[in-house]
Structure formats: C-alpha cells, structure tokens
T-cell receptor
Framework: RKEVEQDPGPFNVPEGATVAFNCTYS??????FFWYRQDCRKEPKLLMS???SGNEDGRFTAQLNRASQYISLLIRDSKLSDSATYLC????????????FGAGTRLAVHP | EADIYQTPRYLVIGTGKKITLECSQT?????MYWYQQDPGMELHLIHY???????EKGDLSSESTVSRIRTEHFPLTLESARPSHTSQYLC?????????????FGSGTRLTVV
C-alpha cells in the first residue's frame, strides 16, 4: 500500500464550482503535511501547509484529520487558472524527514 | 526568480553516453534531493543529501550517482545512459529543521535517451 494515496481524477468542474480533494496516509507516525500544485510539465510548487486545526488561504482550505488519517483540500469559486494537478505530501518520522508525494489529483476547470 | 537552478532544461542523448545533470541553490539550504517523475506519475525520491559529503539513496532504486562537495551544488551523474533512464529529473532543497515551508524545486531536466 502506498504511504500517501489520492484519487487521480480528473475532476472536471465549471468555473465558480467548489471542489474537494481527499488524501489518505498509511503511516500514523506522521509529522507534517502539505498540498503542492503541479502544472503540466512544470515543477511542483508549495500551495499550503496543512494543520490539524484547519487552515485557509483565500479560496483554499486545508484540513488534517489525524484520527482518520486523511487530509483534504477545498477550493471555492474555482478559476480556470486552478487547473493543475494537486499533490498531497507528507513527512513521516523515521528516516530523514523526506517528503513523500501522492500521485496527485488532476483538476480541470472549464468555462 | 528561481533560487534553485537546474541545467540543462532538456537533454536528448544517445545510449551509452555519460551525463551529468546540474543542480545549484543559492539559499544556503543543507538538504537537497533528487526526484524522478515519469509523465502523469508521482515523484519518486532517488537521492538525498543532508549536507556536504553526505549522500543517501532514496526510495526508488536508480543507477545514477550523486555528490555533494559544496553546500550549494548537488549534481547527478549517469555513467552510461539507457532509454529506460528517459524521464524528468527534479532537484529540490530545504533548510535544516522543521519543514514548515516545504521544499523548493528546480524547473527540472527532461532527459530523453535514444
């Protein structure tokens, strides 16, 4: 079983829609989680960190549920420019604090 | 403005050639990483370093090797390129301590071995 699992999508949504992605992780000895965004043929870029208390950055809300071992990302009022692959990423204790990437969820926002 | 640089951006090379992919960062980060990513697939860690003269193999076995002689420089070398090495190689770095800021990635090198 992969350490970080995501629904690959694609999620096809109209502009203005609200869309939510979930991600599950198998290693309970987790430290930190992030959402990264990766555009086609580009490098991943940090979108936001994820905190247990939940955190918001504009139209984006991230949530971590340690009891159920899942992370969520909510995007409100989707824009065409939100079209990308969203990577769920975790750091697990043991080893050297390496980032473990999920395979990503593809989002396509259409007019 | 990028703080981590990878060259070349694209490379097409024949089988059997030796290649070195360059990665340099100007942020003074101690930790550096190499990831491999095939189109539409997840990133796999192939090498990492926690500082000068420190290198470790990642989770995905790779025939490549790395060196870390200077903090800012983390090159990756393939002694004899093969078509199976065709992929995108992404370099990243992070500061010492908690990963509150995540990683900073370079733009990647897209390698094609013919």
């Amino acid at each position: 079983r992969k350490e970080v699992e995501q629904d690959p999508g694609p999620f096809n949504v109209p502009e203005g829609a609200t869309v939510a992605f979930n991600c599950t992780y198998s290693n309970s000895a987790s430290q930190s989680f992030f959402w990264y965004r990766q555009d086609c043929r580009k490098e991943p870029k940090l979108l936001m960190s994820v905190y247990s208390s939940g955190n918001e950055d504009g139209r984006f809300t991230a949530q971590l549920n340690r009891a159920s071992q899942y992370i969520s990302l909510l995007i409100r009022d989707s824009k065409l420019s939100d079209s990308a692959t969203y990577l769920c990423v975790g750091i697990f204790s043991g080893g050297y604090n390496k980032l473990i990437f999920g395979a990503g969820t593809r989002l396509a926002v259409h007019p | 403005e990028a703080d981590i640089y990878q060259t070349p951006r694209y490379l097409v090379i024949g089988t059997g050639k030796k290649i070195t992919l360059e990665c340099s960062q100007t942020m003074g980060h101690d930790k550096m990483y190499w990831y491999q990513q095939d189109p539409g697939m997840e990133l796999h860690l192939i090498h990492y370093s926690y500082g000068v003269n420190s290198t470790e193999k990642g989770d995905l076995s790779s025939e490549s090797t790395v060196s870390r002689i200077r903090t800012e420089h983390f090159p990756l070398t393939l002694e004899s390129a093969r078509p199976s090495h065709t992929s995108q190689y992404l370099c990243a770095s992070s500061p010492k301590g908690q990963h509150r800021g995540g990683y900073t990635f370079g733009s990647g090198t897209r390698l094609t071995v013919v």
